[in-house]
């Protein structure tokens, strides 16, 4: 299962900016059931999660996205989008999206939660 991003891009603090991922096979014969996520990495730290849904419609968010990104699954087209908004510079990172099988749980440690297949990311850059 590969997985793409689009949607990465320079902007000035306070835009908005959209990422998509797509799953190059239906998420239907991948698993049943699953978890889309959001992830980000800033060169030199460690990668964090910015926000995940799962197959039930479930949406989970870091406390320092809640109110600003929104994460939704466009479940005819399979399509994962973040959807950003306010964004700082502090949001400044490389941002992949994940999928876990198998599994549509987003319990209070969601983002320790172990991803089995990655994008390769893509830059979003916010200027001050």
């Known amino acids: 299962v590969q997985l793409s991003e689009s949607g990465g891009d320079s902007v000035q603090a306070g835009q908005s900016l959209r990422l998509s991922c797509t799953a190059s096979?239906?998420?239907?014969?991948?698993?049943?059931?699953?978890?889309l996520g959001w992830f980000r990495q800033v060169a030199g730290k460690e990668r964090e999660a910015v926000a995940a849904?799962?197959?039930?419609?479930?949406?989970v968010y870091r406390p320092f996205v809640a109110g600003r990104f929104s994460i939704s699954l466009d479940s005819t087209k399979e399509i994962l989008h973040l959807q950003m908004t306010g964004l700082k510079p502090e949001d400044t990172a490389r941002y992949y999206c994940?999928?876990?099988?198998?599994?549509?749980?987003?319990?209070?440690?969601?983002?320790?939660?172990?991803?089995?297949?990655w994008g390769q990311g893509m830059q979003v850059t916010v200027a001050s």
């Open positions: 849904i799962s197959s039930t419609g479930l949406a």
């Open positions: 096979k239906p998420l239907s014969e991948i698993s049943r059931l699953y978890t």
């Open positions: 994940a999928l876990r099988t198998h599994s549509a749980a987003l319990g209070g440690a969601w983002e320790t939660y172990d991803f089995d297949y």
